[in-house]
């Protein structure tokens, strides 16, 4: 399976955006799917993820501004980013959660300017 990222762009803090996350086979679709985020040389952290029942969770720094959801039908995973700040500049990154290694794409540049 091979995940790809897309939608990142460079944003002024308080502006929005859109990230899409396409999976080029089914993944089983009670699986949990998860937003990653890497900022420099920081750890990989989970940003959100949402079970395959359509319950969304949410790191701290994120709650209220994101919102993940996905479209089965179409294997997408969707993280619409509202308000964003300049912490949350990272290349961004979907997975399983837990995640499978082999299914990290290249990810997505995200960048909040100040």
């Known amino acids: 399976v091979q995940l790809q990222a897309s939608g990142g762009g460079l944003v002024q803090a308080g502006g929005s955006l859109n990230l899409s996350c396409v999976a080029s086979?089914?993944?089983?679709?009670?699986?949990?799917m998860g937003w990653y985020r890497q900022a420099g040389g920081n750890r990989r952290e989970l940003v959100a993820k949402i079970s395959g029942n359509g319950v969304a969770e949410y790191r701290d720094p994120v709650k209220g501004r994101f919102t993940i959801s996905r479209d089965k039908v179409e294997r997408t995973v969707y993280l619409e980013m509202n308000n964003l700040k300049p912490e949350d500049t990272a290349v961004y990154y979907c997975?399983?959660?837990?995640?499978?290694?082999?299914?990290w794409g290249q990810g997505t540049q995200v960048t909040v300017s100040s």
């Open positions: 997975n399983t959660n837990p995640p499978v290694p082999t299914y």
């Open positions: 086979r089914s993944v089983n679709s009670m699986t949990t």
